[in-house]
T-cell receptor
Framework: DTAVSQTPKYLVTQMGNDKSIKCEQN?????MYWYKQDSKKFLKIMFS???????INETVPNRFSPKSPDKAHLNLHINSLELGDSAVYFC??????????????FGPGTRLTVL | LAKTTQPISMDSYEGQEVNITCSHNNIATNDYITWYQQFPSQGPRFIIQ???TKVTNEVASLFIPADRKSSTLSLPRVSLSDTAVYYCLVGAMNTGFQKLVFGTGTRLLVSP
């Protein structure tokens, strides 16, 4: 029973392509996130969704767009992929609306490689 | 934004106590401090969270001084399996938005 799952685990694609990463949580949490971890292992938040409402939007390019069809899913769409998008992307979820005050549960990550 | 600073790496031996400190000079009144552990090719995993003074659970202790400008994660009697990267996270709020700032992470290496 995986709490937070992501697909695919690995994604290799060409520059300029459009791709999506899916995330699902079965914890009944209200808030979901996307993080990017670069080659230097810096973990940076990209987006946060609470009840389908975007509540955090860091300075990420608008080529990245989160889509939440329901409370249990938060997908990440990336258009016109660039070399610098290569990284590991983590999905996470938490129960409380104020994520800094509650535990986040992370998915296993999706390693994106842009060639 | 509450920026955090941690040592890049630490070395220890099995059975020793390890203390990892995180500096967060700009911590706001409503911020909580959370520590995560990350193994290679895995997502971060929650260790402990606190607001002030001391918090203890079955795996670690978290010490937060009165001014809350720093925090120390204490791992008692580490084992080889504690080799991982440890992140300090300070939750911040700014009317209408929440900005979460992870530290740069501390790579702990435990040797036999």
């Amino acid at each position: 029973d995986t709490a937070v799952s992501q697909t695919p685990k690995y994604l290799v694609t060409q520059m300029g392509n459009d791709k999506s990463i899916k995330c699902e949580q079965n914890l009944g949490h209200d808030t979901m996130y996307w993080y990017k971890q670069d080659s230097k292992k810096f973990l940076k938040i990209m987006f946060s969704y609470n009840n389908k409402e975007l509540i955090i939007n860091e300075t990420v390019p608008n080529r990245f767009s989160p889509k939440s069809p329901d409370k249990a899913h938060l997908n990440l769409h990336i258009n016109s992929l660039e070399l610098g998008d290569s990284a590991v992307y983590f999905c996470a979820s938490s129960q409380e609306e104020l994520p800094g005050t509650d535990t986040q549960y992370f998915g296993p990550g999706t390693r994106l490689t842009v060639l | 934004l509450a920026k955090t600073t941690q040592p890049i790496s630490m070395d220890s031996y099995e059975g020793q106590e390890v203390n990892i400190t995180c500096s967060h000079n700009n911590i706001a009144t409503n911020d909580y401090i959370t520590w995560y552990q990350q193994f290679p090719s895995q997502g971060p995993r929650f260790i402990i969270q606190g607001y002030k003074t001391k918090v203890t659970n079955e795996v670690a202790s978290l010490f937060i001084p009165a001014d809350r400008k720093s925090s120390t994660l204490s791992l008692p009697r580490v084992s080889l399996s504690d080799t991982a990267v440890y992140y300090c996270l300070v939750g911040a709020m700014n009317t209408g938005f929440q900005k979460l700032v992870f530290g740069t992470g501390t790579r702990l290496l435990v040797s036999p």
